[in-house]
């Protein structure tokens, strides 16, 4: 497996799946040309942006592909590898020399505007650091916490900061508060791809989602000793803030376009002030939109491993489950061999217990390709009985932020055919020719 983003990077070029951006590009044009290049399912590395001396890198995940060639097995091997490895927890090991502390910032010299962090979408409140690994202490356990939260930029040494309410962070938050105490932060950028997948992960309080770093990577991550804060990073990331903030300490932050593709309204939020920064040789820093590939690829990818494992616990002949239809996870898929008539509604009741969030779900047969929404609109159009099919759980807990009660019932769909009626709704195909 490689070490970090530079052995991903030096992977994806060997693969001819990188465009490296060597001509001058203003940062305003960055946010366009990454929505192009994820239409092109390649990653971009612009090399050259002007007024500012280091590159930024986006579309890590451009497709399913990239992810196998990260865990080294076929594309459709990734759900399966992922669960396998998920629970085999390695606890990071500590280094004493890091290149991310080869430049050290601090007081005057701090000033993360010179950094080209980018405005995401036209009407975001501003510049936004949007794939920083961001790692905390439990102040009464010492347990440690990886999240992402998106950060504001808004004076050399200080940016706004995110934290939702339920989020592991927050009692963090909460608890510094009781004791009266900062909370102090290390935001890693230019991260190992599998450090962020596993900060993506929900695996409950009091995990520390590096150990499931080491277990998806299969060896332990590599962190050192921040300088100015009391907690660990990666050691082979690119780039460090390091820094707290104070309880009730609050700004407005925003709009920001959110995973959704809204824009989320201004509102109060924390500040994190930052005590240093360090970093590599021109560090190479990553963006990710909201509502990208990227994010849908972070936040899907461990929940679709969930609901694999649960349907699977059921004995449910599982083979594939996605929850990348669309750019969000809110809607999801699975392709089942189906054993018993009713099956596909256990199949749904299973996803939903698995994932808060999930609102809609569609189960299809072995021959759907869960992953094309084209597919998906086939079997509901060929095999969807409506009046035995469609299952409503009105009154359930789904995504948050949710004043018009879009997100508080669930919704699945049986788009498989009657079962002992195989032999008529076998798909026709175009079978391919034998390989020479
Ligand atoms: C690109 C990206 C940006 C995110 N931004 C935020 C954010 O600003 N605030 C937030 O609370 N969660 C955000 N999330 C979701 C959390 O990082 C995610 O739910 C994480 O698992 C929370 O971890 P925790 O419960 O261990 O604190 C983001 C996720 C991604 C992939
Ligand atoms: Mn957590």
Same mark, same amino acid.
């Given at each position: 497996?490689?070490?970090?983003?530079?052995?991903?990077?030096?992977?994806?070029?060997?693969?001819?799946?990188?465009?490296?951006?060597?001509?001058?590009?203003?940062?305003?044009?960055?946010?366009?040309?990454?929505?192009?290049?994820?239409?092109?399912?390649?990653?971009?590395?612009?090399?050259?942006?002007?007024?500012?001396?280091?590159?930024?890198?986006?579309?890590?995940?451009?497709?399913?592909?990239?992810?196998?060639?990260?865990?080294?097995?076929?594309?459709?091997?990734?759900?399966?590898?992922?669960?396998?490895?998920?629970?085999?927890?390695?606890?990071?090991?500590?280094?004493?020399?890091?290149?991310?502390?080869?430049?050290?910032?601090?007081?005057?010299?701090?000033?993360?505007?010179?950094?080209?962090?980018?405005?995401?979408?036209?009407?975001?409140?501003?510049?936004?650091?949007?794939?920083?690994?961001?790692?905390?202490?439990?102040?009464?356990?010492?347990?440690?916490?990886?999240?992402?939260?998106?950060?504001?930029?808004?004076?050399?040494?200080?940016?706004?900061?995110?934290?939702?309410?339920?989020? =592991? @962070?927050? &009692?963090?938050?909460?608890?510094?508060?009781?004791?009266?105490?900062? *909370? +102090?932060? !290390?935001? #890693?950028?230019?991260?190992?791809?599998? =450090? @962020?997948? &596993?900060?993506?992960?929900?695996?409950?309080?009091?995990?520390?989602? *590096? +150990?499931? !770093?080491? #277990?998806?990577?299969?060896?332990?991550?590599? @962190?050192?000793?921040?300088?100015?804060?009391?907690?660990?990073?990666?050691?082979?990331? +690119?780039?460090?803030?390091?820094?707290?903030?104070?309880?009730?300490? @609050?700004?407005?932050?925003?709009?920001?376009?959110?995973?959704?593709?809204?824009?989320?309204?201004?509102?109060?939020?924390?500040?994190?002030?930052?005590?240093?920064?360090?970093?590599?040789?021109?560090?190479?820093?990553?963006?990710?939109?909201?509502?990208?590939?990227?994010?849908?690829?972070?936040?899907?990818?461990?929940?679709?491993?969930?609901?694999?494992?649960?349907?699977?616990?059921?004995?449910?002949?599982?083979?594939?489950?996605?929850?990348?239809?669309?750019?969000?996870?809110?809607?999801?898929?699975?392709?089942?061999?189906?054993?018993?008539?009713?099956?596909?509604?256990?199949?749904?009741?299973?996803?939903?217990?698995?994932?808060?969030?999930?609102?809609?779900?569609?189960?299809?047969?072995?021959?759907?390709?869960?992953?094309?929404?084209?597919?998906?609109?086939?079997?509901?159009?060929?095999?969807?009985?409506?009046?035995?099919?469609?299952?409503?759980?009105?009154?359930?807990?789904?995504?948050?932020?949710?004043?018009?009660?879009?997100?508080?019932?669930?919704?699945?769909?049986?788009?498989?055919?009657?079962?002992?009626?195989?032999?008529?709704?076998?798909?026709?195909?175009?079978?391919?020719?034998?390989?020479?």
């Amino acid at each position: 497996m490689v070490k970090d983003l530079r052995e991903y990077l030096a992977l994806l070029r060997q693969k001819g799946w990188l465009d490296e951006i060597t001509q001058p590009r203003s940062l305003d044009s960055l946010a366009g040309f990454m929505t192009e290049q994820e239409k092109k399912e390649r990653t971009v590395l612009f090399d050259n942006i002007e007024g500012y001396d280091c590159p930024m890198v986006n579309n890590l995940f451009a497709n399913r592909d990239f992810l196998a060639a990260l865990f080294e097995c076929p594309t459709d091997q990734v759900t399966q590898v992922f669960s396998q490895r998920y629970d085999e927890r390695i606890k990071p090991v500590m280094v004493t020399q890091a290149p991310v502390q080869t430049k050290v910032y601090t007081g005057d010299q701090i000033d993360v505007l010179r950094f080209p962090f980018i405005q995401h979408a036209p009407k975001d409140g501003g510049r936004y650091i949007s794939a920083g690994l961001v790692i905390a202490k439990d102040p009464r356990t010492g347990v440690r916490n990886c999240s992402i939260n998106r950060m504001q930029l808004k004076g050399k040494d200080y940016t706004g900061f995110r934290m939702s309410p339920r989020q =592991d @962070l927050e &009692a963090y938050y909460n608890a510094a508060k009781a004791l009266g105490q900062r *909370l +102090e932060l !290390a935001v #890693a950028v230019g991260n190992h791809p599998i =450090d @962020l997948l &596993a900060a993506a992960c929900g695996p409950g309080r009091d995990v520390d989602e *590096l +150990e499931i !770093a080491g #277990a998806l990577r299969g060896e332990p991550v590599e @962190l050192v000793k921040c300088l100015t804060v009391d907690l660990e990073v990666p050691a082979r990331a +690119e780039l460090v803030l390091e820094g707290y903030i104070i309880p009730d300490e @609050l700004e407005p932050e925003g709009p920001f376009g959110d995973f959704m593709e809204f824009y989320v309204p201004v509102m109060p939020n924390n500040i994190f002030h930052i005590t240093a920064i360090t970093c590599r040789e021109r560090p190479i820093l990553q963006s990710i939109h909201a509502g990208s590939r990227d994010d849908v690829t972070l936040l899907s990818t461990p929940r679709e491993a969930v609901i694999y494992n649960m349907l699977h616990s059921m004995n449910i002949d599982v083979r594939q489950v996605s929850l990348q239809l669309c750019n969000n996870y809110l809607t999801g898929a699975a392709a089942i061999r189906k054993q018993l008539e009713d099956e596909p509604k256990n199949a749904m009741l299973g996803a939903f217990a698995t994932f808060k969030f999930l609102k809609n779900f569609i189960v299809v047969d072995h021959d759907v390709d869960v992953d094309d929404p084209k597919e998906i609109i086939w079997a509901l159009s060929t095999r969807l009985r409506a009046e035995r099919g469609v299952m409503v759980l009105p009154h359930t807990l789904g995504f948050g932020r949710d004043e018009y009660g879009i997100h508080t019932a669930k919704l699945g769909l049986d788009a498989t055919a009657p079962l002992d009626r195989w032999d008529e709704f076998e798909r026709t195909g175009h079978p391919l020719p034998p390989e020479s």
